[in-house]
């Protein structure tokens, strides 16, 4: 395994990539590096958590998310608990508070925590002595997945600064742009977003990015294309006319593909509406798409923050109720 990287994370949580410097984003990226190629070993298994306790508590379904925090925590050996909400007592009236103190007196080291409402997660932070990563949290962040197609970009174009990445689909409802955005801005992109109007957030132009409601227009030249899933699940009335409409402005298919860089690559956190907002021939163009390669580096950053965030529980006055 490479040696692992001087670097030390400043902060107690990771709830959001707002607020990180260039300087802290390397570091989470460069100690990614060294677990990519221990997830590539055929003993994956390591001892950094041996002892510590991750609780994934997600209030929100979630699959993909769950799963690589599940297997990243386990790889580093830590006792892994997976809180299924619907069976827990929330759905008996419990708040979150308490479900944060309940949680606080079994003494976890790091809790991972999704919740449909923005900032729940910060407010949970600031009632539990573990650390506390977020795993998305309304329309707010992501900042594994920020990280993880950070990782992914550079593995694929060697740099992340000077690049131009354009973000397409439903931004307005994503926690992902808003990541990448900051992400991206941090380390010297050049970001542009791209929706429909009604699913452009209003002056989303004071985040840094550039703006366009013309797709063809907002690929030209880019290196990397950031594709968006529609939340439906999200939106309350009627944000585009129809789902074949949409598709003929803002899926991404060759045609449109053509307009960036011959080598753009494509991107998409998943999971994926195949002929919604991306063709099912270009999603598995495997000279074009890192979209798997995503997963994969999904697991090496995650086992990086818990990495990173665990290693200070054994500070004074740690843990304690």
């Known amino acids: 395994m490479t040696a692992r990287p ?20 390397t570091g989470l990226i460069d100690l990614s590096e060294s677990y990519v190629e221990q997830n590539r070993r055929p003993d994956k298994k390591g001892s950094v958590l041996r002892g510590r306790t991750q609780i994934n508590l997600f209030f929100e ?10 297997l990243a925590g386990k790889r580093l050996g830590a006792d892994v608990l997976n809180m299924a909400v619907a069976s827990s007592a929330i759905k008996k009236g419990e708040t979150l508070i308490d479900t944060a103190m309940t949680l606080n007196a079994m003494h976890p080291d790091v809790l991972v925590v999704r919740h449909p409402d923005s900032g729940a997660v910060k407010l949970l932070s600031e009632k539990v002595n573990c650390s506390v990563i977020n795993a ?15 990782l992914t970009i550079r593995r694929n174009k060697g740099r992340i600064g000077g690049l131009l990445v354009v973000i397409c689909g439903d931004v307005a409802h994503s926690r992902v742009a808003r990541s990448n955005i900051h992400l991206l801005n941090a380390m010297g992109a050049r970001v542009r ?17 550039e703006a366009f409601t ?12 950031m594709m968006l899933r529609l939340q439906t699940e999200r939106m309350r009335g009627s944000f585009v006319p129809s789902i074949r409409e949409y598709f003929h402005f803002f899926g991404l298919d060759y045609a449109k593909l053509a307009l960036a860089k011959p080598d753009a690559l494509i991107m998409h956190p998943g999971p994926m509406n195949r002929g ?6 270009v999603a598995d163009d495997i000279d074009r798409s890192l979209i798997r390669q995503q997963v994969e580096m999904g697991v090496a950053v995650r086992m990086a923050c818990l990495d990173m965030l665990s290693s200070r529980v054994a500070e004074p006055g740690r843990n304690q109720p």
């Open 6 to 25: 001087e670097f030390r994370f400043p902060h107690r949580h990771l709830l959001g990539i707002e607020g990180l410097g260039p300087d802290e984003i």
């Open 61 to 70: 379904t979630s699959t993909r998310t769950s799963t690589s925090f599940e």
């Open 136 to 150: 998305g949290d309304g329309t707010h962040e992501h900042p594994t997945q920020a990280l993880l197609d950070a």
């Open 193 to 209: 977003v791209v929706a429909p109007p009604t699913l452009l957030p209003a002056e989303i132009e004071r985040l840094g990015v």
């Open 214 to 225: 013309d797709m063809k227009k907002g690929l030209e030249g880019a290196d990397i294309i």
């Open 276 to 281: 919604v907002e991306i063709d099912s021939e």
